[in-house]
Structures are given as structure tokens and as C-alpha cells.
């Protein structure tokens, strides 16, 4: 197993690329380590839990003067023999996101960057959901004319019956239609009406070593995902942990989780058999470098990141070298 940073020239980005067996995880950043107000995602931080918090947490993640905690927004692309696979579709192109400045009508290098590495959007034959919030589903349509379709015409598009049941309610009852900052509108009732969803239980089995862990709390719904490789298991964290801060104080949970006590309860029980089983994790919102493993230290853990073997291909090679 290695990790390799592959810098696609053309297009003027790094990925990280996780290479285990015949299996490669990609990570394609929607949003890369951004300076995010502390208190606008971890309400009860007070200045002197940042400073504790920068001490414990990778360099740079945590800025205790300006009070801020750098974020990602990572997509990921498992490529096997038998699937191509895309876990959470982060915040996609023009979305109408007004109370999301920083998600709304943005224009990004997405598909190109799928393109660099081989990959049309018609050879995505999954697209699993984690959850619905609007920066896990953006990808899942791109507008043609007036109209949001599937960007990935031929996939499977998989949630959790629990969690599509929940925000179809939650839709139904809304008064103005703009449930999940819009993204239920343009980003998911597309799905159920073109495609349809492929809802399933939460421990699921996706695809041959691909499968769902429920993971409740952030949204009911929620799950993880874990990919089982010939070296590793590698478990796709969504948004049961957003950042490192939270590795050190199970104290600490997201403004954002709508049962915070269930929420706390999911994030201790899934770090902690990771740390158990040596497992890689891939983090939703962790800024680079993603891949790592945690190593149990008293109460509370630390993230380490998996070595990186630095390459220089261009996009035109990575093209090639990942055609199927």
C-alpha cells in the first residue's frame, strides 16, 4: 500500500491517491483547507480552546488568533476492476446557495479533473450519498439549459432509506421548498425523478467490498463507508468527524449535528475500532494530507498521516495510465 501525490500540470492541482492492491482512492477536494470561523462550526470554542486544541491538532489546522480551523470539502473516486465509485458528490457548480456564500454559484475544475485521470462522468457507475446535506450532493446534477440532470447518467445513486426518507418529509412540510439550502430541490428531488435513488438499509452492501456503517447523529441517516482492499480496510468518514481538533476532546461536536449526544456516541464508537483494527481513514473535511491512520493515546487520538511518495505525471499520463 502508498500514498502518492499526483500533480495534474494542466490543470494546476495536486491529488492524494491511495493505491492499495488493484484498488486507487482518489481525493478530489471541492474545497481545499479553507479558514473557517471556529465558532461558526464549533460553537462552544472559547480562545483558549483553540490554543489547546492547536497544540494537539496537525500544524496549520488551527489558528487560535484568528480564530479560525482550516476545512476541505473532499470528494472520493474508487476505482477498481469491477466499479468506479464516487463517495459523496461535495457542492457542485452553479447551485443557488445565497446563505452559503462560499457554495453558491460556484464554477469549479470537478469534472475536469475526473477527466485527467480517466474518468468521464459515464463510467461512474456509483455515486453513494453519505447524507443529504447540501455539500455531500452537489455533484449528483449539473444544469443543462434550465433543467438539473444526473451528471452521472449511468450510475447507481445510493442513500440511506433512512436518511432520503427523513429529508423527503422534511421537504414535503417546508413552506418554502428551500430545504437543505436548496440542495433538496436541485440536487436530490432530480435524482428521485429521473434516475431514482437506490435506497437501501444502512449496513448495506453496495458493491463487492464496498458497504455502508450507520453513523446517526450528524443527520439521522447518516452513514460511513468502508472499503475492504487486499492490504487494508479504508473507512470513508462523511460527517462524523469534521475536524482533528476533535480527535483530542470527545467533548467537542458540530453546531451542525442534530443530535449531538447521538452524534458523540457514533464519532467515539467508529474512532475507536479504526484505532482498534489499524484501519485508514479518509476524512470528509480534513485539509491534506487526508489518508492516515489513529493511534489511541489515554482518552483520546491522534491523526496520523500515511507517508506520501511524491510523483510528477501530467494530466495526459495520469490519463492514460488510468484508461480503462
Known amino acids: 500500500m502508498k500514498v502518492t501525490r499526483q500533480r495534474i500540470g494542466e490543470l494546476g492541482i495536486e491529488l492524494e491517491q491511495l493505491h492499495?492492491?488493484?484498488?486507487?482512492?482518489?481525493?478530489?477536494?471541492?474545497?481545499a483547507n479553507v479558514a473557517w470561523p471556529a465558532k461558526a462550526i464549533f460553537a462552544g470554542l472559547s480562545r483558549e480552546d483553540l490554543e489547546a486544541a492547536a497544540r494537539r491538532s496537525p500544524a496549520g489546522t488551527v489558528?487560535?488568533?484568528a480564530e479560525t480551523v482550516a476545512l476541505s470539502f473532499n470528494c472520493y473516486v474508487v476505482e477498481t476492476s469491477d466499479y468506479v465509485a464516487l463517495i459523496d458528490g461535495g457542492i457542485g457548480d452553479g447551485k443557488e446557495r445565497p446563505?452559503?456564500?462560499?457554495?453558491?454559484r460556484r464554477e469549479t475544475q470537478f469534472l475536469q479533473t475526473l477527466s485527467a485521470l480517466g474518468i468521464s462522468p459515464e463510467r461512474v457507475d456509483i455515486v453513494i450519498n453519505t447524507h443529504l446535506h447540501a455539500d455531500h450532493v452537489g455533484w449528483n446534477t449539473r444544469r443543462e439549459g434550465e433543467t438539473w440532470r444526473p451528471t452521472f447518467p449511468n450510475a447507481r445513486y445510493v442513500v440511506a432509506q433512512t436518511e432520503l426518507t427523513h429529508w423527503t418529509k422534511v421537504h414535503e412540510a417546508s413552506v418554502d421548498g428551500n430545504t437543505l439550502h436548496g440542495a433538496f430541490a436541485d440536487s436530490v428531488l432530480p435524482i428521485i425523478r429521473s434516475v431514482g435513488f437506490e435506497a437501501v438499509?444502512?449496513?448495506?452492501?453496495?458493491?463487492?467490498?464496498?458497504?455502508?456503517?450507520?453513523?446517526?447523529?450528524?443527520?439521522?441517516?447518516?452513514?460511513?463507508?468502508?472499503?475492504?482492499?487486499?492490504?487494508?480496510?479504508v473507512l470513508f468518514l462523511a460527517d462524523a468527524v469534521h475536524h482533528p481538533l476533535q480527535l483530542g476532546d470527545d467533548g467537542i461536536v458540530c453546531n451542525f449535528c442534530e443530535d449531538p449526544v447521538e452524534a458523540r456516541t457514533t464519532r467515539i464508537g467508529l474512532l475507536t475500532e479504526a484505532a482498534a483494527n489499524a484501519t485508514v481513514l479518509a476524512p470528509y473535511h480534513f485539509p491534506a494530507p487526508v489518508f492516515g491512520r489513529l493511534k489511541a493515546e489515554a482518552a483520546s487520538f491522534l491523526f496520523v498521516p500515511l507517508d506520501i511518495e511524491a510523483t510528477d505525471r501530467l494530466a495526459t499520463d495520469l490519463a492514460i495510465n488510468n484508461a480503462r
Do not use: Q, Y
Not at 446563505?99 to 453558491?104: D, F, K, T, Y
Not at 438499509?201 to 487486499?230: F, I, N, Q, Y
Open 201 to 233: 438499509a444502512s449496513d448495506a452492501e453496495v458493491a463487492a467490498g464496498l458497504r455502508l456503517k450507520p453513523a446517526p447523529g450528524h443527520s439521522p441517516g447518516m452513514v460511513v463507508v468502508a472499503l475492504d482492499t487486499e492490504e487494508c480496510e
Open 99 to 104: 446563505h452559503r456564500p462560499a457554495w453558491h
Open 20 to 31: 492499495a492492491g488493484p484498488v486507487t482512492v482518489t481525493c478530489i477536494p471541492g474545497m
Open 63 to 65: 489558528d487560535p488568533e
